[in-house]
């Protein structure tokens, strides 16, 4: 508990500090916190320094205390979420998303077949690499994207809707290929299937049933905010058992909530500031004890990094500005909405650490997709930020904090 408490303080303050300074330079603070993990990890302290601050025998209770922040970050977004605005633009939100998948997902495919001889061996069958490649290329950072959003007080403006929509039906799909290219890595493609149904079913139970449960509950004061959070546990158990992680339970339970509701406004005000300061920097923490940045070495080695973060980076941009375009949406929000799908982050190093457990990828390919999901994190805010720039793209935003 002393080393626990010690590594929480760290992470915070050096994420607070980092926050200030990349404020200055056009990036939310979210960056800074990301960083913090990194900085203060194996990759650039070393083992040695770093086992001082982070050291592996935090790792399980750390890892307890980041999974219980992510969950609760996203529950908060859910009820902060306007389902109004979200009907309205449903038809770019579907699109958006099927596009910002199955673009980044055929790149990362084709990529496949360049990496599979330079970076793996032929005890990994090349369906299951290339599968994980494509899925890792396809991810979108949804609570780094939520973050980014609401640190620019854009979350709650048609195109933070557009962008927390597209992203959450996006990763769902992706998850549900991750089961694919899981099951493929043993032997088990049925199991995709099966993942697809049960998420399809949950989603039809959460809307028809615990939906009208849960306005009922909001119009009632007694225990309504006990029983609201120990709805959010249990939805976010059902996805974590089904295989779409956890977050997405609490997500969706959190936009079910009437988000102009006394019992939504109660839950954000008691949750937001000790989830977003104390709980999500643990995530962080925990990111950064598990990346090792220094096993890229060698100029051809970065060469292909750079490959990695270019054809990501034109999949997931194109894939989305494509869709945003033909759907209405206006050039410079198409564009901004390119920029905001292409943010990976920490939902990335769930993918690549399920591929490095299962040895489908080998850490050095490991260390790349790392170095390509903060090098496409970073370029979001200050792009967006110019993209943005003398345009009104929102309708409904609030003062950023």
């Known amino acids: 508990m002393t080393q626990l408490l010690i590594a929480l303080a760290a992470v915070i303050a050096t994420g607070l500090l980092l926050g200030r300074v990349l404020k200055r330079l056009g990036q939310p603070a979210v960056i800074g916190e990301v960083l913090a993990g990194i900085l203060l990890g194996p990759s650039l302290l070393g083992s040695r320094w770093s086992s001082h601050i982070l050291p592996p025998a935090i790792a399980p209770g750390l890892g307890v205390v980041a999974q219980l922040g992510v969950i609760l970050y996203m529950f908060v977004v859910g009820l902060e979420l306007p389902l109004d605005s979200l009907r309205r633009h ?20 084709l990529l496949a077949f360049g990496l599979y001889p330079r970076l793996s061996s032929r005890e990994v069958p090349f369906p299951a690499f290339a599968i994980f490649l494509g899925v890792a290329m396809s ?41 694919l290219a899981i ?36 119009a009632r004061q007694e225990n309504a905010s006990g029983w609201l959070l120990v709805g959010v546990l249990l939805s976010a158990f059902v996805t974590e058992w089904i295989g779409i992680h956890a977050l997405f339970g609490a997500f969706l339970l959190g936009a079910l909530v009437p988000h102009e509701s006394a019992l939504a406004k109660a839950m954000v005000d008691r949750l937001k500031s000790a989830v977003t300061l104390l ?8 990111v950064g004890m598990r990346t090792r940045i220094d096993l890229v070495s060698g100029w051809d080695q970065w060469l292909i ?47 690549l650490n399920a591929g490095l457990d299962l040895g489908v990828i080998s850490p050095t390919l490991f260390s790349m997709m790392v170095l390509m999901a903060l090098v496409t994190t970073l370029m979001a805010s200050p792009l967006l930020l110019l993209v943005l720039r003398g345009s009104v793209p929102v309708s409904a935003s609030k003062p950023g904090r």
């Open 90 to 109: 449903a038809r770019s939100a579907l699109a958006i998303s099927h596009a910002s998948i199955v673009a980044p997902f055929a790149l990362g495919v």
């Open 139 to 179: 991810i979108t950072a949804f609570p780094v994207l939520a973050r980014i959003l609401d640190d620019l007080g854009m979350i709650r403006s048609a195109l933070g809707v557009i962008a927390m929509s597209s992203a959450a039906i996006g990763d769902i799909n992706a998850w549900c290929l991750l089961a």
């Open 183 to 218: 099951a493929v890595a043993k032997a088990k493609p049925g199991d995709a299937f099966i993942v697809a149904g049960e998420a399809v079913v949950y989603v039809a139970v959460m809307i028809l049933f615990v939906r009208p449960l849960i306005r009922r509950l909001a």
């Open 279 to 286: 709980l999500m920097p643990a995530f962080f923490a925990l």
């Open 305 to 351: 990094c750079g490959a990695i973060c270019l054809v990501a980076t034109l999949g997931k941009f194109g894939g989305t500005f494509a869709a945003a375009c033909l759907t209405g949406v206006p050039l410079r929000e198409a564009t901004a909405l390119g920029l905001l799908m292409n943010t990976r982050g920490l939902m990335e190093l769930i993918v």
